[in-house]
Structures are given as structure tokens and as C-alpha cells.
């Protein structure tokens, strides 16, 4: 079945930073964007970016440029989300998420994250 | 940016009820709004994309409409499985940007 499947919880100190890992499987890993999507406690959901695991091209929401950066490796189907200079209200659940597709019989259109991790907790504490 | 409102932001009702929440956006979106369902401890759930088309098995009774700057979603019989926060998120395309609303949660009288 389609699922993705995040790394696992993280601990880090106020200055450091995160890889949170979004492993693939039941589909063309590399055929659908997937997006970030974090959520502090207590709060509503916010989008970090996207990255397209077939070029790899990236965009970021404009609150965490130049301090989160999305790769992939195609090989094993994983997306990851690296997170830099670490602060208090960076502690959230993290999700990866795909933007599904639908198609009508000539085309294909993205629509909605269809598909979510089961999210990974960073706490950022000292 | 493009700022997203909801309202309710809470509400209360029985099983069985019509329930409806509203979302507006700051300015034209025309039809790119989507709607997902997150039960406590547990990720967000696709229901509704495009401003009104039903995701592949989720239930009949959620609906949605509306474009340019408002929309509705409708849940319309209430069921006990249906307590969750609900968030509207319209997208942009050129740049892309995502932005959810701030949630409204649905609790049962």
C-alpha cells in the first residue's frame, strides 16, 4: 500500500540542527511532489516547502529560507528535511506529505496532500 | 501572502446535525482550496480538493464549495467519528506557496 514512513523522534539542544528522513514505498517516488508540513504544540498546520524527488528542485516557504533544506534520494525512494540553527519554537511535529495527483482521460492534475507520514516530534530544549 | 480565515474557529453540535464552516481567503484564489481532517495525535486527512471534489473514500456526507475568496464545507449528517479540527489550505502556483487556515474544531454536543 502507499505509505510513507518518517524517522523517529528527535532531541536536539537550541543551535543545532535536524534531518528528518520520509521513507516512500507503493508508488513512483519520484512521479509526486512532497511537501513539509509542521505543526507546534497546540497549533494549526504550517507549510515549510516542497521538493520535486524527480529533478530535486525545491521552494521554500519564506520563513524557513536559508534555514531548511529538502533533499532526496531517489535510489531508496526517501525525502529528507534538514532544519538548521535550531530554536525553541522550532519544537513541532514535522510531516512529509505527497500532493496527489488525478486524471481526467488526457491529463493529469496535482491536487491535495493525499498521502502523510505519520509525522516525527522534534522538541528543541536545553 | 495571501492570508486564510475560518470561522468557527470551535463548535458544538449533536449527531445527526448540518454543520458548516466557512473559509476566506485575502484575496482571489479561484477554485485552489482543499480541505483535510486531523484527529488528535494523528496526521491530516485529505477530504475535499479543488474547493469540491470528494477524495476517493471518504464519506458523501462531507461536501464543499465556493471560489474566488469563499468557501464552505459542509459535513451533513454529524457523526461521532467526524470530532476532528478541520483546516482549509488554498495554494498558489507561481510562487508556490501553501498556506492552511487556523483550524476549526468540531466537537459533539
Known amino acids: 500500500q502507499v505509505q510513507l514512513v518518517q524517522s523517529g523522534a528527535e532531541v536536539k539542544k537550541p543551535g543545532a540542527s535536524v534531518k528528518v528522513s520520509c521513507k516512500a514505498s507503493g508508488y513512483t517516488f519520484t512521479g509526486y511532489y512532497m511537501h513539509w508540513v509542521r505543526q507546534a504544540p497546540g497549533q494549526g498546520l504550517e507549510w515549510m516547502g516542497r521538493i520535486n524527488p524527480n529533478s530535486g528542485g525545491t521552494n521554500y516557504a519564506q520563513k524557513f529560507q536559508g534555514r531548511v533544506t529538502m533533499t532526496r534520494d531517489t535510489s531508496i525512494s526517501t525525502a529528507y528535511m534538514e532544519l538548521s540553527r535550531l530554536r525553541s519554537d522550532d519544537t513541532a511535529v514535522y510531516y512529509c506529505?505527497?500532493?496527489?495527483?488525478?486524471?481526467?482521460?488526457?491529463?493529469?492534475?496535482?491536487?491535495?496532500?493525499?498521502?502523510w507520514g505519520q509525522g516525527t516530534t522534534v522538541t528543541v530544549s536545553s | 501572502d495571501i492570508q486564510m480565515t475560518q470561522s468557527p474557529s470551535s463548535l458544538s453540535a449533536s449527531v445527526g446535525d448540518r454543520v458548516t464552516i466557512t473559509c476566506q481567503a485575502s484575496?482571489?484564489?479561484?477554485?485552489?482550496l482543499n480541505w483535510y481532517q486531523q484527529k488528535p495525535g494523528k496526521a491530516p486527512k485529505l477530504l475535499i480538493y479543488d474547493a469540491s471534489n470528494l477524495e476517493t473514500g471518504v464519506p458523501s456526507r462531507f461536501s464543499g464549495s465556493g471560489s474566488g475568496t469563499d468557501f464552505t464545507f459542509t459535513i451533513s449528517s454529524l457523526q461521532p467519528e467526524d470530532i476532528a479540527t478541520y483546516y482549509c489550505q488554498q495554494y498558489d502556483n507561481l510562487p508556490p506557496l501553501f498556506t492552511f487556515g487556523p483550524g476549526t474544531k468540531v466537537d459533539i454536543k
Open positions: 484575496q482571489d484564489i479561484s477554485n485552489y
Open positions: 506529505a505527497r500532493r496527489g495527483l488525478y486524471c481526467s482521460s488526457t491529463s493529469c492534475y496535482a491536487k491535495g496532500m493525499d498521502v
